[in-house]
């Protein structure tokens, strides 16, 4: 364990290892937005937005983000990646205005005799021209050794080599790179503290890889030997299985090392949302700090902890980056996280209703039913009878409409706080058509605002029957609240309307 508070640089690559998974393309402005989000909110150090020489596309990306970041005094924190080709990386990324260039050399002896064809002291020598002519146009140089860890593990005295002849010409940072992903912890360790005890002085940055699902604890290890910067990208984002995830490398590092860095963790959530949706890489349920479930308690003997003296919390509070503790509502739940979805709901039952209200609960689990705290006033008001939430607003019917060639259409007639209204309209789709006829009503009609729809989500049981339920899981934006409702039929049009319906009675409520 480290006993001093070691001060650690964050550079994240989502913009160029991340934009490296497979499916994933970012358009220029969703890269200044992601951006801004690093550079303002997250408040990392330093970004690698992009690889020079790819596309026009990424030329406007990186001008784009260079003038914003030059009009804020964080042109120097932007960094491309560039490669040993004489003048024309750097002249690329000279010209689209950035300032500094991380120059790909190889790390590793194969890759210099194989793939250069050339020995180590031309390569060398091709580096130190690259190098020197950037810094004549008032350049940064970091310098990445490619294939680092098969270079010191196979190859230790060209790597040694490589490193004594760079050394002396301005070099800002050496990044060395776990490029395949091929280490674990203890060689970390063992490799990264020769590379110290031989350049005490160098300023060395590590770049996990996550094949082994070992980049977070390499990343660490790095940081037990000594390294000063970590290479990471949101939601675990890069080449092949990914590079090290920001949001566990960031809580690791506060609560295990007591290291310091700049990263404000109550903007994790969100900066990982916002990526989601632009890469379309969905983040699994059970992801630390990130994902859906990590801080919700399924067992009903952890919120009944929970109510006594906070028995089942770890450092891991959700406050810290910006979410909230929720308890999950199914047949292992209990009386305790009923009873604490019910305090935030505001909600009060007598011990003869809460027994109801699980026994429904439990059986709604035992069918597989998802069950949610958005769920409850509606299931209270079934069991008990109660006049409540799921009355003020009743579809009594509707028809909708797809044939080849022609806009789906779709007619409805709702009735909302006892009077009937009748819309219909045109979409893109039978469930874009039927809202469109709702959104006519709400706005049109009634003069009133109707909720956002802000995600999508469709699932369906494993094995891909034709008459298999499907879930619709619809998040809503309404008056700064973001919620969900859940839908659950054989078809996808009547799940997404029942979700609908749903949302219309909370608000109406």
């Not at 674990?184 to 082994?212: C, G, S, T, W």
Request: glycine share 8%; charged share 25%; proline share 3%.
């Amino acid at each position: 364990m480290i006993t001093n508070h070691p001060r650690i640089e964050i550079m994240d690559t989502t913009l160029r290892d991340g934009e490296q998974t497979s499916g994933v393309s970012f358009v220029p402005h969703e890269k200044l937005m992601i951006a801004r989000l690093l550079l303002e909110d997250l408040k990392v150090d330093r970004i690698e937005v992009a690889s020079a020489r790819v596309s026009e596309g990424e030329f406007e990306a990186v001008k784009m983000i260079c003038d914003w970041a030059k009009r804020r005094d964080m042109l120097s924190r932007v960094e491309v990646l560039g490669f040993v080709d004489g003048h024309i990386s750097v002249d690329w990324i000279y010209d689209a205005g950035c300032r500094v260039i991380n120059l790909l050399t190889k790390g590793s002896e194969k890759h210099c005799k194989y793939q250069l064809k050339k020995t180590l002291q031309e390569h060398i020598s091709d580096i130190i021209g690259v190098v020197q002519y950037a810094e004549s146009k008032g350049m940064d140089v970091n310098v990445y050794l490619e294939d680092w860890s098969n270079g010191i593990k196979d190859s230790p005295d060209y790597v040694f080599g490589l490193m004594d002849g760079l050394l002396g010409h301005g070099i800002k940072r050496f990044m060395l790179p776990d490029t395949l992903g091929i280490l674990n912890p203890l060689q970390v360790i063992e490799f990264m503290r020769k590379m110290k005890k031989r350049y005490p002085d160098v300023h060395f940055d590590f770049h996990a890889h996550n094949d082994y699902d070992l980049a977070v604890s390499n990343v660490l290890a790095a940081v037990l030997s000594g390294v000063r910067g970590l290479h990471t990208t949101i939601n675990g984002l890069g080449e092949r299985a990914g590079n090290a995830p920001l949001a566990s490398v960031q809580a690791i590092l506060k609560d295990h090392f007591h290291a310091i860095t700049n990263i404000d963790e109550s903007r994790l959530n969100d900066v990982s949302r916002m990526v989601e949706s632009y890469s379309g890489v969905t983040i699994p349920a059970n992801k630390p700090i990130v994902g859906d479930s990590v801080f919700t308690q399924v067992a009903g003997v952890h919120a009944d902890g929970d109510n006594k003296n906070n028995l089942y919390c770890n450092d891991l509070l959700p406050e810290r980056f910006g979410r909230v503790r929720e308890y999950a509502l199914g047949k292992t739940s209990g009386k305790a996280n009923i009873r604490k979805n019910l305090e935030s709901l505001g909600l009060e039952l007598d011990e003869e209703s809460m027994k109801k209200v699980t026994e429904r609960i439990i059986e709604l689990g035992d069918k597989k039913e998802v069950v949610t705290q958005d769920d409850l006033p509606y299931i209270i008001s079934d069991v008990l009878k109660h006049d409540g939430a799921g009355n003020r607003v009743r579809l009594l019917s509707y028809f909708v409409t797809l044939a080849r060639g022609l806009k789906p259409m779709a007619s409805l007639s709702i009735e909302i706080d006892g009077k009937v209204y009748q819309e219909s309209s045109s979409g893109d789709g039978q469930y874009d058509a039927f809202v469109r006829a709702l959104r006519k009503i709400y706005k049109g009609t009634l003069g009133r605002k109707f909720p956002m729809l802000t995600n999508y989500a469709v699932s369906i049981p494993p094995g891909g029957r034709t008459d298999a339920f499907v879930q619709t899981l619809i998040t809503w934006s309404y008056e700064g609240r973001v919620f969900r409702t859940r839908g659950l039929d054989a078809d996808q049009t009547e799940a997404a309307i029942k979700a609908t319906i749903k949302m219309l009675n909370m608000i109406e409520d």
